[in-house]
């Protein structure tokens, strides 16, 4: 896919990034998650936590539209204090397997050069996700915790 957009995320990105990070929830975890989880969900909701948390986040564009974004920070685990954190990675399933996670995945990469690694928390049972990040050469550390009743696992990757 040749006309993929990569590029940070300002104020106005809050309802492309909000609506990716809803409609993604849906698509990836009915079924994994309980399904008053789901029913929780709101669109209003993620806009709402895109619109007060727009800093450190890319947006992958295809024909004027959000399709994707990554976010990124500083770890937030006491045991990793030199690491980044990976805290999202959404695509919406109509544009998975053409290429935008790998490059939202690696423009977090470059922001977080200065730690000795980067972490990210996955759901064990989401195994696309799983070797996705396996594919990029993330590796399970041990570290797990249960998230709505279900186990979520961290991966790491080192530089």
């Known amino acids: 896919m040749d006309n993929i957009t990569i590029r940070k995320a300002n104020g106005h990105d809050a309802t492309g990034i909000g609506y990716v990070h809803y409609q ?31 800093e450190n986040t890319y947006i992958a564009i295809v024909d004027e539209k959000v399709v994707g974004f990554s976010s990124y920070l500083k770890a937030r685990d006491s045991d990793v204090e030199n690491y980044g954190e990976i805290i999202a990675i959404y695509v919406l399933k109509a544009y998975q397997g053409k290429g935008i996670g790998r490059k939202l995945i690696k423009v977090c990469y470059h922001e977080l050069l200065q730690y000795q690694g980067i972490i990210i928390w996955v ?37």
Do not use: C
Not at 29 to 49: A, H, M, N, R, W
């Open 123 to 159: 759901l064990k049972s989401n195994v696309n996700a799983v070797r996705f990040y396996e594919a990029e050469g993330f590796e399970f550390d041990g570290k797990r915790k249960v998230l709505y009743g279900k186990e979520v696992v961290r991966m790491m990757l080192k530089f």
């Open 24 to 54: 993604s929830w849906i698509e990836t975890y009915t079924g994994l998650f309980p399904d008053e989880v789901i029913e929780k969900l709101s669109l209003e909701k993620s806009v709402q936590l895109a619109t007060e948390h727009p």
